[in-house]
């Protein structure tokens, strides 16, 4: 990747991005405004989707005179994009690399400069994480991932990490346990599920000596995950949020554990549609596919921060995981994972969870106990009925079943809503 895109360039890059994080904050923002007016220039004039969708609008970039405009332009939906991926990509930029989502076979086109943008981010955002847990030299680090190239990509190996191993979430998660017990990484990059699992083989009696930094994302999170990783492994957690589509990270956690958005590569709101507030992703850095304003199909809420940690840029709260993750009750409304996690989460002896909403009316919770006596079982299960009716899950008929384990899907990750209802699956892919 160093041949095609050019050391001298990456690190033009690297002092670049270094010298964005010391700017005061209003300059920031006029930075983010002038991206915007940039690539909304670039998109209408050489993209046929951009050209033909905002005029339809009566809007041109020219209408962008803050970062408030932004709220005049069309949004756009992960279908407007799978009907016609070739209408997003511009006409004088060539793609370096495309990523298909783990939902969709729309390949999601990236140019050289993006490319390395990515790369130099990570490595900065490396180095913070390290300084982070105090982690400094001879790091072995361990990544969990499915495709190679993304993993690469996400922990590059600098001079700081003297070793690195990627495991692929497909392999059996005992064995990578004991692949684990043998490296003994001081800092693993996973999926929460993953980190939550691995603690359990800690608590159990697998060896664990070093591990100072834990790296989670891709899946929601709760507060009590992050304590047992940080109770279990005495390390440092950050989390990170991010996408295919956006190739970097939209937001990461601060020491406040508060997640802040990246206004150096994004603009990110947050839009009621329907009975959710939705994410909605503007990519300031893409010249081949540009995204603005895309539904990215997560929930939650965007705010304006003053941060103790010092950060100003905003943050997203109440995130609430994948529409896609959603039960859909009879009545039409709506229940996000996270709402399903935050009843869940104080019973005790309930270690683990699925609910898969099997029709319109029917839902059954797979419940993985710890102590498997048949009282406690039926402990948990009354719990979780007393629980979901606190949060108006009404109308369906509920099954509890004991289980012994949650399965991940093909890509590593455990779903908390598996949906089977085809009607609320084809509500869910459009939010609307
Ligand atoms: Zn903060």
């Given at each position: 990747m160093e041949d095609h895109l050019g050391l001298a360039n990456l690190l033009k890059l690297k002092a670049v991005f270094r010298r964005y994080d010391s700017l005061p904050e209003h300059r920031k923002q006029e930075l983010q405004l002038l991206q915007l007016r940039r690539i909304a220039r670039h998109a209408f004039k050489h993209t046929a989707y951009y050209n033909e969708s905002w005029r339809k609008a009566d809007v041109t970039p020219n209408d962008i005179r803050s970062l408030a405009d932004l709220s005049r332009l069309p949004l756009l939906t992960k279908a407007d994009v799978m009907a016609?991926?070739?209408?997003?990509?511009?006409?004088n930029y060539t793609g370096l690399c495309h990523f298909k989502t783990a939902t969709s076979e729309t390949r999601f086109e990236f140019d050289a400069r993006s490319v390395a943008i990515a790369k130099v981010k990570s490595l900065l955002a490396l180095s913070s994480y390290f300084k982070r847990s105090g982690l400094r030299s001879g790091i072995r680090a361990l990544a969990m991932v499915n495709g190679q190239e993304i993993g690469a990509s996400m922990v590059p190996p600098g001079p700081v990490i003297e070793h690195m191993k990627i495991l692929s979430y497909a392999r059996n998660r005992e064995q990578c346990f004991s692949e684990m017990d043998a490296f003994q990484p001081h800092a693993i990059f996973a999926y929460p599920s993953f980190l939550s699992d691995y603690a359990r083989h800690i608590q159990q009696g697998g060896e664990q000596a070093g591990v100072r930094l834990v790296v989670a994302c891709g899946e929601i999170v709760d507060n009590k995950a992050i304590d047992e990783w940080r109770n279990t492994f005495g390390a440092e957690v950050v989390c990170q949020y991010g996408a295919t589509e956006s190739l970097c990270r939209i937001a990461t956690s601060c020491p406040e554990m508060r997640l802040h958005v990246d206004a150096s590569l994004f603009a990110l709101e947050s839009v009621a549609i329907g009975k959710a507030m939705h994410l909605i992703l503007t990519s300031?850095?893409?010249?081949r596919m540009p995204l603005i304003?895309?539904?990215?199909g997560d929930l939650g809420e965007v705010i304006e921060s003053d941060c103790p940690c010092g950060a100003r840029s905003p943050v997203i709260v109440a995130?609430?995981?994948?529409?896609?993750e959603s039960l859909c009750l009879p009545d039409g409304r709506l229940v996000p994972a996270a709402e399903l996690l935050d009843v869940m989460?104080?019973?005790?002896?309930?270690?683990e969870w699925q609910v898969v909403?099997?029709?319109?009316?029917s839902v059954r919770f797979d419940l993985v106990c710890g102590e498997a006596g048949c009282d406690m079982r039926s402990l948990v299960a009354s719990r979780v009925r007393e629980g979901i009716a606190r949060i108006n899950v009404t109308g369906m008929d509920v099954k509890v079943q004991p289980v012994q384990r949650i399965e991940p899907e093909p890509n590593g990750k455990k779903r908390l809503v598996v949906q089977n209802d085809q009607a609320a699956r084809a509500a869910l892919s459009t939010g609307r």
């Open positions: 016609n991926p070739g209408a997003f990509c511009a006409n300031l850095f893409n010249y304003r895309y539904d990215i995130a609430q995981g994948r529409l896609s989460r104080p019973i005790p002896g309930l270690i909403q099997e029709g319109n009316r």
